[in-house]
């Protein structure tokens, strides 16, 4: 069983920046697509950034390209998104999630594990 971790939400001022980070234990991490996801309420939640098990291939929302940056280190375990220029209408519940896989995915469907989600609120 794996599980993921999450840290680093919170309140920040439009145009500022948050790293949200996501410790996995239980299998090896470097096995695993890791993803990032968002959901604002009474909405489906939609895909953010997604990283290959390596590092090498990245996939971004349009919506997030240019303003965030997923990354990871395997030998912490950890995945990481970097959030810049973050806006309002970035606000949302933030989650990570994994799959053992080597190349990553859009859909939440695909994923088969997910940390407890974050509240990130960008004010105006």
């Known amino acids: 069983q794996v599980q993921l971790v999450e840290s680093g939400g919170g309140l920040v001022q439009a145009g500022g920046s948050l790293r949200r980070s996501c410790a996995a234990s239980?299998?090896?991490?470097?096995?695993?697509?890791m993803g990032w996801f968002r959901q604002e309420p009474g909405k489906e939640r939609e895909f953010v950034a997604a990283?290959?098990?390596?590092?090498?291939?990245?996939y971004y929302a349009d919506a997030v390209s240019g303003r965030f940056t997923i990354s990871r280190d395997n030998a912490k375990n950890t995945v990481y998104m970097q959030m810049n220029s973050l806006k309002p209408e970035d606000t949302a519940v933030y989650y990570c999630?994994?799959?053992?896989?080597?190349?990553?995915?859009?859909?939440?469907?695909?994923?088969?594990?997910w940390g407890q989600g974050t509240q990130v609120t960008v004010s105006s």
């Open positions: 999630a994994a799959k053992i896989d080597t190349d990553p995915y859009y859909s939440d469907d695909e994923y088969d594990y």
């Open positions: 239980g299998r090896t991490f470097s096995s695993y697509v």
């Open positions: 990283i290959s098990w390596r590092g090498g291939i990245r």
